[in-house]
């Protein structure tokens, strides 16, 4: 099934509460990256449009952030009662702008659904203090308040997902938002501003931009209006905003890169963790932060890890996403594509194995096989570069101290995994990994209740749990005689 065979949603602007569409401005066209079909065409904001954001999402502010938290609650509540009720149709559009399965698409919905739903509750309990005075004249509070107006950019791979985090949680702290979305794929964030707009959301208060990524965040990171940005993306860029935003004072989270590092030990349970693995290597063909990367074996299972692994990738069944019983789809573009077949060819041409895949499925689309490169050396580039694609590398090692070496070894500190039967080994391990979130014998990093974010060059802050709100608020102390 083809892209055509969807009804794929008219894109536009979204500014002080009113959807603006092409007309007048430049645009670009979106594509199907299973069919390469044109499936619409997107505005880009010109200045003007970017400047009408700012004052919108400014002027909001001044009431925003007096809204009472229960009734920003409810907002957000009804929003995510909306996102559910439109996830399937959500979700085909991501489909087919983004190319992951349907079933996944519509999941990353229902899952962000739960976000605002947590948000909206957790927002509702910004408690302050009081702290006892030196005098009984004295009186000493300590409160919490919304920062302001936040510029927000989100990645192509979670298209709604992570732009959701983003925005409930600057929503029900009492900030408004700008939103510069993907534009690869960017039905998810157009679908956002609607299910805002039907929840009765005030205009101002959320604000989508598409168009020109350098002069888009330019020209909002450079405002006084905003206070806060939040990023998730690639390191190379995270790195320019973040070296922009600080020229500025302004605060900041950052969701870099990661290169995920999985150690699996002699005591481990092979089967199990290999079919875990594999579907976490072809979530979204690999096209994800967290996706596991580095696969570090020790020499006593390494041989019956590799052949177990091996079959799973090879079961996995590649195609459009529409279609029935797909478990991974195309890549996003040529140019990830053409990424990932090289860092295949490095491995190769460094004396590692090409165990499965390597090669491109079909004529039309960019499907890659999922991959396993096994015996890599240290020296491949896969081995240094986030691969972000259905590449799974494999080295051997042989004791807790090298696996840590060997995992700790890369700027990037985002996820890791680990699988083993002891509990000394997971609690060796757990302490001496250089990440900001660390699995042991399974995945569970995506509830809103927990925080998700990393260390070293992945970033800093986080989002989800209580902690997702730090960049939201500020902290005043009154002290009154």
């Known amino acids: 099934m083809s892209g055509g065979e969807t009804m794929y949603p ?28 044109v499936l619409g065409k997107l505005p880009w904001a010109e200045v003007e449009d970017i400047d009408a954001a700012l004052a919108a999402a400014q002027a909001a502010f001044q009431v925003w952030r007096y809204v009472s938290p229960l009734e920003r609650s409810d907002i957000l509540r009804r929003a995510a009662t909306l996102a559910r009720e439109r996830a399937n149709d959500i979700g085909r559009a991501i489909t087919v702008d983004n190319g992951k399965p349907l079933a996944d698409a519509v999941a990353e919905v229902v899952n962000a659904a739960e976000h605002i739903d947590w948000h909206a509750e957790e927002g509702r309990r ?13 009186r000493q509070l300590v409160v919490r308040e919304p920062v302001g107006v936040c510029a927000a950019f989100s990645p192509w791979n979670f298209p709604f997902g992570q732009a959701m985090k983003k925005a409930a949680a600057a929503i029900a702290a009492g900030c408004t938002i700008i939103l510069k979305g993907p534009e690869e794929s960017p039905s998810a964030v157009v679908a956002m501003a609607r299910l805002f707009h039907d929840a009765g959301l005030p205009p101002g208060v959320f604000n989508v931009l598409w168009g020109v990524p350098a002069m888009i965040s330019k020209r909002l990171i450079e405002s006084s209006v905003v206070r806060v940005v939040s990023f998730t993306g690639s390191v190379p860029v995270g790195r320019q905003l973040g070296a922009l935003a600080a020229t500025h004072m302004k605060r900041m989270t950052m969701e870099l890169g990661g290169h995920a590092p999985v150690l699996v030990f002699d005591d481990a349970d092979v089967p199990q963790a290999a079919a875990l693995l594999s579907r976490l290597k072809t979530r979204n063909a690999g096209q994800v932060c967290v996706s596991p990367t580095r696969f570090f074996v020790q020499s006593g299972v390494y041989n019956r890890f590799t052949a177990a692994f091996a079959d799973a990738l090879r079961a996995v069944k590649v195609g459009h996403g529409l279609e029935q019983g797909v478990q991974m789809g195309p890549l996003i573009h040529e140019r990830r594509f053409e990424a990932v077949q090289s860092l295949v060819q490095d491995a190769c041409e460094t004396g590692a194995e090409l165990v499965v895949g390597g090669v491109r499925i079909g004529e039309r689309g960019h499907f890659y096989a999922p991959t396993l490169v096994a015996n890599v050396p240290k020296t491949a580039r896969v081995m240094h570069e986030e691969p972000f694609g259905p590449i799974a590398a494999l080295a051997r090692f042989e004791t807790v101290e090298e696996a840590l070496q060997r995992a700790n070894a890369l700027p990037f500190g985002l996820a890791s995994y680990v699988f083993t039967q002891s509990i000394q ?57």
């Open 10 to 37: 008219d894109l536009s602007l979204y500014i002080n509460g009113r959807f603006l569409g092409v007309e007048g401005r430049k645009s670009q066209d979106v594509r199907d990256p299973g069919t390469q079909e």
């Open 425 to 481: 080994t997971a609690t060796r391990v757990s302490t001496g990994l250089e990440a900001g979130m660390v699995n042991i014998n399974h995945s569970g990093m995506a509830h809103p209740e927990l925080p998700f974010g990393g260390v070293k060059d992945s970033g800093f802050g986080s989002e989800g749990g209580t902690e997702s709100f730090e960049s939201f608020l500020v902290t005043k102390l009154i002290t009154q005689i």
């Open 126 to 138: 910004f408690y302050g203090r009081v702290v006892p005075s030196r005098h009984p004249s004295v």
